[in-house]
């Protein structure tokens, strides 16, 4: 299944294209179709390839069925990972409510937290309002520091104001030998004073990118992302 699924993408997917737009159509038909498989195969590795198939699949029942993955918990992250690439504005309501969504258990749960990395990357300013509902509101630790490191990026107060807290409160996602949390960018501590941005005086001014790193949030997969068309 996982050989199939793989050699069906690279056609759908290759550069330049081998299949008529007819051909496409049908090789498009038959992986949305092979669902059911998938999912009864049960192999989490030939899920996310299918899922990051569906990703590229100009069929709007792709991204339906990805929608559908993603409302019964089954392929989560790598299905909103695959979603975030059609840049579909009618998605980002959708994405604003998982990422605020209430805490079921463990607020340390990861399952959202690439989200907001994936969706600056594909709705660039658009987003930015989300995530700065989504770092006030979100329940889960990693989504707000994820959030955060992408308002950082933007120059947004709001990020800014959230290192300042971290460092301030010592909050535990801070490593312990390094300046700034969660600052995506060397000097953010300096940037923070310079705009007037809440930073404290006392805040360190460089090791931005290793307290990045000492984040321990997952780094988002898209090595599977479909090949330009």
Known sequence: MSGAITGVTRLLFADPPLLSAEDRARAEDALISTAPNVQRGGDPQTGNKYASALGGVRD???????????????LVEQSLM???????????????????SPVKGDE????????????????????????????QKSGHVWVRTNCARELVEAGRKSGFAFIAQAIEQDKFYRREDDAVCPGALSGTARRGRQQGLGVPQSAPMTRGIAAVQSIAAPAPNFDSAPIAR
């Open 82 to 100: 695959a979603i975030t690439w059609s840049k579909n504005p009618a998605d980002l309501p959708r994405f604003a409510a998982l990422l605020e």
């Open 60 to 74: 709007p029942r792709a991204r339906d069925l990805l929608w559908d993955f993603v409302n019964r918990n089954v």
């Open 108 to 135: 340390m749960q990861r399952t959202y937290a690439s989200l907001p990395f994936a969706i600056r990357r594909a709705y660039g300013d658009a987003a930015l309002a989300v995530l700065e509902s989504a770092l």
